[in-house]
């Protein structure tokens, strides 16, 4: 396509502005709303892996091979013997991309309130100076304080069990277990504090108590932890984190090392569904788009038969047509990009920033697609989806072009001169 | 002539079906007997029991020891050893499960399904020890074989689960020696006909003036390598026990 066409093409788009415009305005307000989608449904997205991995599960688990997800109480990391705990951890916080790690221990047992009322649920033994930095049950504290190291004793539960079995800050409560040498460990522990996190499984069967206290109850030495949680700088990363913390652990520690995707597929199936859900968006956007630029186009060329019908009389030949039109949808399409950007820009940093307000006055807590986002959903810049829907709509805009373009090379010359 | 042989003929054709008949209602009676016999072995309308257990496994061996009272449904188990685990009781009254824990010095109610699960570590439920399923309510017989297994002339009972039935098990194979009717090995089968436990009985003595196995070994078998074994040191059958016994109260003593 030689320059001169494109000169005559850019030409041709400013000859009629206001037609132009308001084609590029209708084309540009829908790249808006394609930044808009997929900036939402990317904060979506972040909000559900946020939710998945920020209350206990984490980022990556490093675990004894074989532990996940039987979660057998004596496949211990380093084995029967356990390994040194504060060496393992900063092996692993060696690792340049990762920001906190936290060593965990699990078991199963019998709450007990003094009253007689109890309840089967899942103990959770976490190190209360180093969890909060991976995961962020601490800020989900609605009564009482979280664990801390000074007051063994003290444990946190859901509010959901603490209402089943009829307990409050304060209250004894008795926890039965099965012990690691298969006797049963018992112990009397206070409610330190009521978490409530509005994911039902926690709150009625969590358990939450200092790391020290559970291997205790469950007769494991301190050498004896679970499970290691880590926190990233950049979750995008975690596959590729724990693939390479797991080739260089295992050279010293028989080692597993998972990443959220793995340990929480169904997350990994909603964060991908959602894509899709994106994508399909995107592409009824698309199909509306190429009834609109079809129709911009093809006035474009009947409005202008006369003046086509004498380019061709004089000699521009059919295949020169339609590069003229072509270039002229392709100008349309990257003016109404620029546009479109322009106009987006402001709005997507507002909903990363401020956030889009569904609750309103009542501030009342929202879920979409059973996400918590809370009473303001934000949005999160999804720069690859923003890119996609660029291409896809200057993709739309030539393809929409290819129909005007193709009748115009067929007018006859000695018949479209004569047209008025 | 030739008449009458075919009507003595039919007749004692009749006489034979009716009496297999009835020895088949017999075998049933007998079935049913044996197996309820065998199941009321350990406990009888009330028994004070001394036992040891040893549970031994991947964590090591562990020997515990315990009394166990038993009068009807209720039940008392009180750990006597290890000084770690002595003074752990359990009460079974009314369907209810109560634990004391000494070093808490508390009583907490278990959920009933806590009887179905591996008590104290071993290879043993808690319902296993104080009887709470009954195999005959519970069971339809089948007598599946009769002969030798190994050095052992033994009849084979199949109990297959009662419609409605709440029970844990797909089946159960129990073989009782021919000789002195005594149990001799028990199979518990999963839902898929798996053998998933088997209980071993051996060292037939009569304590507490009745014959009965006093050793008894439990392997799961989906753990290799580990088992528990029962010995029962001393057993009183058929004694008064108070009504006291079986009370939260003397739960904590």
Not at chain 1, 94 to 108: I, K, L, N, Q, T
Not at chain 1, 203 to 219: G, I, T, W, Y
Not at chain 1, 339 to 357: E, I, N, R, S, T
Request: include cysteine.
């Amino acid at each position: 396509m030689s320059g001169r066409l494109l000169q005559l093409a850019w030409r041709n788009l400013w000859r009629n502005p206001r037609r132009t415009f308001i084609a590029m305005a209708a084309i540009a307000l829908g790249y808006t709303m394609l930044l808009f989608v997929a900036c939402l449904m990317a904060g979506l997205r972040w909000q559900m892996i946020e939710n998945g991995t920020r209350l206990v599960l984490s980022e990556i688990q490093v675990h004894a091979p074989g532990y996940y997800p039987s979660r057998s109480i004596q496949k211990t990391v380093g084995g029967g013997k356990g390994t040194d705990v504060s060496a393992l951890l900063g092996a692993i916080t060696a690792d340049s991309r990762v920001y906190a790690a936290a060593p965990r221990v699990y078991g199963y047992g019998l709450a007990s309130a003094s009253h007689g009322s109890s309840a089967g649920v899942a103990l959770m033994g976490v190190a209360p100076d180093q969890e909060p930095k991976v995961t962020a049950l601490n800020t989900l504290i609605v009564k009482g304080s979280y664990l801390t190291r000074l007051m063994p004793n003290k444990i946190v539960v859901g509010d959901k069990l603490a209402s089943v079995i009829g307990v409050e800050v304060g209250s004894e409560i008795v926890l039965l277990t099965q012990a690691a040498d298969g006797s049963m460990g018992n112990d009397l522990y206070t409610i330190g504090g009521i978490f409530h996190t509005g994911l039902d499984v926690m709150d009625r069967n969590l358990v939450l108590m200092p790391l020290a206290s559970l291997q205790e109850l469950l007769h494991l030495t301190p050498a004896r932890v679970h499970e290691v949680g880590i926190k990233l700088y950049d979750i995008n990363e975690a596959t590729a984190v724990a693939a390479a913390l797991e080739a260089r652990l295992s050279k010293t520690l028989p080692v597993q090392v998972s990443a959220w995707p793995e340990l929480a597929p169904d997350l990994a199936d909603y964060v991908q569904f959602n894509h899709g859900v994106t994508l399909v968006l995107f592409f009824i956007f698309f199909l509306l788009a190429v009834i609109g630029i079809m129709n911009t186009m093809l006035m474009a060329v009947f409005e202008r038969t006369r003046e086509l019908g004498m380019l061709m009389a004089l000699g521009m030949r059919p295949v020169q047509v339609i590069g003229l039109i072509m270039a002229e949808a392709a100008g349309l399409a990257a003016g109404s990009l620029v546009l479109g950007g322009a106009l987006g820009a402001p709005l997507l940093w507002y909903l990363q920033k401020h956030g889009l307000d569904l609750g309103g006055a009542t501030g009342e807590v929202v879920s979409v697609a059973g996400v918590v986002v809370g009473h303001l959903w934000y949005g999160r810049q999804d720069f690859s989806a923003y890119a996609q829907a660029a291409v896809g709509l200057a993709v739309t805009a030539l393809v929409s072009a290819l129909y005007p373009a193709w009748r115009a090379a067929h007018f006859r010359p000695t018949e479209a001169i004569r047209k008025v | 002539m030739r008449w009458h042989k075919t009507t003595m003929g039919l007749l004692a054709g009749l006489l034979l079906l009716s009496l297999g008949q009835i020895s088949h209602a017999a075998d049933d009676q007998q079935a049913r007997k044996i197996v309820d016999r065998v199941a009321q072995l350990f406990s009888g309308k009330s028994s004070i029991a001394t036992l040891q257990m040893q549970i031994s496994g991947e964590n090591g061996q562990r020997d515990l020891t315990m009394k166990i009272w038993t009068q009807g449904e209720n039940a008392l188990v009180r750990i006597t050893s290890p000084a770690k685990d002595a003074g752990t009781a359990i009460l079974k009254i009314s369907g209810d499960i109560w634990y004391y824990l000494p070093k808490v010095d508390r009583t907490i109610k278990a959920p009933s399904s806590m009887t179905m699960t591996s008590w104290m570590g071993s290879d043993f439920t808690l319902d296993d020890l104080v009887k709470e399923s009954d195999l005959v309510r519970d069971y339809s017989l089948a007598n599946s074989f009769e002969g030798k297994r190994g050095e052992v002339a033994v009849y084979e009972y199949t109990l297959t689960p009662k419609p409605g039935a709440v029970v844990v098990w797909g089946k159960i194979v129990l073989q009782v020696r021919q000789a002195n009717l005594m149990p001799a090995w028990q199979g518990f089968y999963d839902e898929d006909g798996k053998l998933v436990r088997e209980l071993t009985f051996s060292d037939y003595k009569t304590t507490g003036g009745r014959l009965m196995p006093s050793r008894l070994v439990m392997r799961s078998l989906d753990k290799p390598g580990q088992q528990t074994v029962i010995v029962y040191q001393a057993v009183a059958f058929d004694v008064p026990i108070g009504a006291e016994t079986f009370s939260l109260p003397n739960l904590k003593r």
